[in-house]
């Protein structure tokens, strides 16, 4: 029989590969939620604020016979429920980065570390400075946060020109900042706790630690806890999403298999695999049986040699990236914006909104990472100037998905939430743009001296 042949790899090779090359862009999570905000922005537009939110309002019930039954509007499933699968990123990459990344060295972590609290208590003194002792007080959570898609994005997207320790800072610092958000979220913003709940969530969580020390590293058993972890948490008051960090704290890091194990594994299957006879075909796999096996082993082996963490990470990443952040977006960023007037731009939540994320991320990040050098306490990443961290600085002051998510949950009154909104989407385009021209002139780099 001959061997197969295969026409159409080539054609499908050439119109995936970009694609391919897209999805795995960095700038890419940025790029598809910039272009969801935009249509949101268009559609509440053109529809009216109002039909969308109506939407968003329409009722989802789960029920198991009538023994179960749990019912929220659209909109609290995608934040109380898909939202939780961004905190469980955000809480893979947190542990990741303790464990052996940039948060693993006290001194490699300090500056960051420093850099996110004043990123996060300065913004909130300046939304108090607007809202202090008003009904809108409660809001000072909102431009506490960095969102790390859009500023990594822009960081990227300047290419070479940006040195790798910055963007390694800038990554750092977000993942501390989304760390005190959910701080912030778990203690400031949960009302009326329910202790049997609680309870309840406690002891699950001590489940997950159990089997996660008895050896188990299969991911179903680790999902279907965590199912009923997001549950206990959403019925106790925390703020549902706070089950994606514990979930996240109790996976997994170490593998089955150690290296070395895996190397020896390895080496045995693939000597047996070559002693296979190889038929003619091109279908060798599939007419010998043993082959096939050994293959399966292979792919089990390498499967085991890899961490848990990393490979849960790896495979939801590109869900909450392309799925639920735009799905969050479309939910809870959309504004008619031929109703906004100038004078919706001077309301006390706004106005602290845009001065806490543009010049209180940029002062707080900027003056504790000075100060803690000054005292020792860290150092300036090596290849990094002070006039790139102050770009990085701006940056910061993109807030969006977290500051969106926090607004929800500070302000019960519509109007104050719709003033959150728009300081929210003006002020990350403010940062945005200033950061990004920041930091082409601080890495321009200097003209050549023509010869004489």
Same mark, same amino acid.
């Given at each position: 029989?001959?061997?197969?042949?295969?026409?159409?790899?080539?054609?499908?090779?050439?119109?995936?590969?970009?694609? =391919?090359?897209?999805?795995?862009?960095?700038?890419?999570?940025?790029?598809?939620?910039?272009?969801?905000?935009?249509?949101?922005?268009?559609?509440?537009?053109?529809?009216?604020?109002?039909?969308?939110?109506?939407?968003? =309002?329409?009722?989802?019930?789960?029920?198991?016979?009538?023994?179960?039954?749990?019912?929220?509007?659209?909109?609290?499933?995608?934040?109380?429920?898909?939202?939780?699968?961004?905190?469980?990123?955000?809480?893979?990459?947190?542990?990741?980065?303790?464990? #052996?990344? =940039?948060?693993?060295?006290?001194?490699?972590?300090?500056?960051? %570390?420093?850099?996110?609290?004043?990123?996060?208590?300065?913004?909130?003194?300046?939304?108090?400075?607007?809202?202090?002792?008003?009904?809108?007080?409660?809001?000072?959570?909102?431009?506490? &946060?960095?969102?790390?898609?859009?500023?990594?994005? !822009?960081?990227?997207?300047? /290419?070479?020109?940006?040195?790798? *320790?910055? !963007?390694?800072?800038?990554?750092?610092?977000?993942? &501390?900042?989304?760390?005190?958000?959910?701080?912030?979220?778990?203690?400031?913003?949960?009302?009326?706790?329910?202790?049997?709940?609680?309870?309840?969530?406690?002891?699950?969580? &001590?489940?997950?630690?159990?089997? *996660?020390?008895?050896?188990?590293?299969?991911?179903?058993?680790?999902?279907?806890?965590?199912? $009923?972890?997001?549950?206990? #948490?959403?019925?106790?008051?925390?703020?549902? +999403? %706070?089950?994606?960090?514990?979930?996240?704290?109790?996976?997994? @890091?170490?593998?089955?298999?150690?290296?070395?194990?895996?190397?020896?594994?390895?080496?045995?299957?693939?000597?047996?695999?070559?002693?296979?006879?190889?038929?003619?075909?091109?279908?060798?796999?599939? @007419? *010998?049986?043993?082959?096939?096996?050994?293959?399966?082993?292979?792919?089990?082996?390498? =499967?085991? %040699?890899? @961490?848990?963490?990393?490979?849960?990470?790896?495979?939801?990443?590109?869900?909450? +990236?392309?799925?639920?952040?735009?799905?969050?977006?479309?939910?809870? &960023?959309?504004?008619?914006?031929?109703?906004?007037?100038?004078?919706?731009?001077?309301?006390?939540?706004?106005? /602290?909104?845009?001065?806490?994320?543009?010049?209180?991320?940029?002062?707080?990040?900027?003056?504790? @990472?000075?100060?803690?050098?000054?005292?020792?306490?860290?150092?300036?990443?090596?290849?990094?100037?002070?006039?790139?961290?102050?770009?990085?600085?701006?940056?910061?002051?993109?807030?969006?998905?977290?500051? $969106?998510? !926090?607004?929800?949950?500070?302000? *019960?009154?519509?109007?104050?939430?719709?003033?959150?909104?728009?300081? !929210?989407? #003006?002020?990350?385009?403010?940062?945005?743009?200033?950061?990004?021209?920041?930091?082409?002139?601080?890495?321009?780099?200097?003209?050549? %001296?023509?010869?004489?």
């Amino acid at each position: 029989m001959p061997a197969p042949r295969y026409p159409l790899e080539p054609l499908f090779g050439r119109v995936l590969s970009p694609l =391919e090359r897209f999805l795995q862009r960095a700038t890419a999570g940025g790029i598809i939620l910039v272009a969801t905000t935009f249509l949101t922005l268009a559609l509440s537009t053109w529809m009216g604020s109002e039909a969308l939110h109506h939407f968003w =309002e329409q009722k989802l019930s789960i029920a198991m016979g009538s023994s179960f039954a749990l019912s929220m509007s659209l909109h609290h499933w995608v934040n109380d429920g898909l939202m939780t699968l961004f905190f469980l990123i955000v809480g893979l990459e947190l542990k990741r980065e303790i464990l #052996v990344g =940039e948060l693993a060295s006290l001194r490699d972590a300090a500056l960051p %570390v420093v850099a996110a609290v004043g990123g996060m208590v300065v913004p909130a003194a300046f939304y108090a400075a607007f809202n202090g002792g008003t009904p809108t007080a409660s809001g000072w959570g909102i431009p506490m &946060a960095t969102d790390i898609a859009f500023a990594i994005g !822009i960081l990227v997207m300047l /290419g070479s020109r940006v040195p790798r *320790n910055l !963007i390694i800072f800038l990554m750092a610092l977000a993942i &501390a900042d989304d760390l005190g958000a959910v701080l912030v979220i778990a203690l400031f913003y949960t009302h009326d706790l329910n202790q049997t709940a609680l309870m309840a969530a406690a002891g699950l969580l &001590a489940l997950l630690v159990l089997i *996660n020390r008895g050896g188990v590293r299969r991911p179903l058993p680790y999902a279907l806890l965590g199912l $009923l972890l997001w549950y206990a #948490v959403l019925a106790s008051g925390v703020h549902a +999403t %706070v089950a994606g960090i514990l979930l996240a704290m109790a996976i997994p @890091s170490l593998s089955r298999h150690s290296p070395q194990a895996f190397d020896s594994r390895i080496e045995e299957l693939h000597g047996a695999f070559r002693n296979e006879p190889y038929p003619d075909s091109g279908y060798a796999p599939l @007419s *010998n049986h043993r082959m096939a096996d050994i293959a399966a082993a292979m792919e089990h082996s390498a =499967e085991a %040699v890899q @961490s848990p963490l990393l490979r849960i990470e790896h495979n939801l990443h590109p869900w909450v +990236t392309f799925l639920v952040i735009p799905i969050f977006a479309l939910a809870n &960023a959309g504004i008619d914006l031929g109703t906004v007037h100038l004078a919706d731009l001077t309301q006390p939540v706004t106005l /602290g909104v845009v001065f806490g994320l543009v010049l209180g991320k940029f002062l707080g990040i900027s003056l504790f @990472s000075w100060a803690a050098i000054k005292a020792g306490l860290a150092r300036l990443p090596a290849g990094v100037s002070w006039g790139q961290l102050t770009g990085a600085a701006w940056l910061g002051g993109i807030g969006f998905t977290m500051s $969106l998510f !926090i607004s929800q949950l500070a302000f *019960n009154d519509p109007q104050f939430a719709e003033q959150a909104k728009l300081g !929210i989407l #003006v002020a990350s385009a403010l940062a945005a743009a200033i950061g990004l021209g920041w930091l082409l002139v601080a890495t321009r780099k200097p003209a050549p %001296v023509a010869a004489r």
